[in-house]
């Protein structure tokens, strides 16, 4: 990093956004294997929390690889930044009163983890969600052929066949979408969000 800068503080808290916006900002962050249901709920829950009258806005895997990300491969270096990088920005949103979700594989540990500590070193409440759903299923599913061309080899360093995923430990939410539909998954995120007062 340059050692030649300074940060420079606003005259705008984070108390005041969240005052003036009636929201506290929040990141809810998805991982999970490819075809688990990670979009699928991000989109869904985005449309509900917009519908209550909430700023909130997504971050996906693939989207963030056309434009701030596209520079990165997938070979484990490249993931790691990938993480690096949509850690720094959700946590910039969040800093607005946004509620940020995001959806990312995101495979290790030490990469969600670093991405909860840069939202916690700045008070920024992170929710780690897993949406889980066995290898066999996702493979039944496969809707973007992925899984195939991976066990084809045309594939290198796909997760979960030929990289690993590395299963959330402790996640504020577990969500096996092989026993829960997009609409429940929906309401269970929710209610924890009205519970810890997120929102109201």
């Known amino acids: 990093m340059a050692t030649n800068i300074t940060f420079h503080e ?20 998805l991982t999970g294997l ?13 449309q509900h929390l917009l519908h209550l009258h909430k700023y909130v806005y997504r971050l996906d895997g693939d989207n963030v690889r056309f434009g ?17 990088r949509i850690g720094e920005v959700s946590k910039l949103f969040a800093d607005s009163a946004c509620i940020v979700v995001t959806a990312f594989i995101s495979p290790y540990l030490v990469d969600r983890a670093q991405a909860r500590e840069v939202h916690e070193k700045s008070g920024i409440p992170f929710i780690e969600v897993f949406v889980d759903a066995p290898l066999h299923i996702v493979e ?25 995923y590395e299963a959330p430990e402790n996640p504020e939410i577990h969500i096996k979408t092989h026993e829960t539909d997009v609409t429940e998954s ?5 209610d924890y969000l009205v519970a810890n007062n997120y929102i109201s």
């Open 140 to 164: 039944e599913r496969d809707p973007k052929g992925l899984y195939k061309k991976a066990r084809a080899g045309e594939i290198k360093d796909f997760t979960g066949i030929s990289a690993p």
């Open 186 to 190: 929906v309401r269970i995120i929710t």
């Open 68 to 84: 701030l990300n596209k520079d990165l491969g997938f070979d484990e270096k490249s993931r790691n930044e990938n993480i690096r």
């Open 10 to 29: 606003g005259s705008v808290t984070t108390s005041e956004r969240s005052q003036f916006l009636n929201q506290k900002g929040v990141t809810i962050w």
């Open 34 to 46: 490819s075809a688990s249901g990670k979009s699928t709920i991000a989109c869904a829950l985005e």
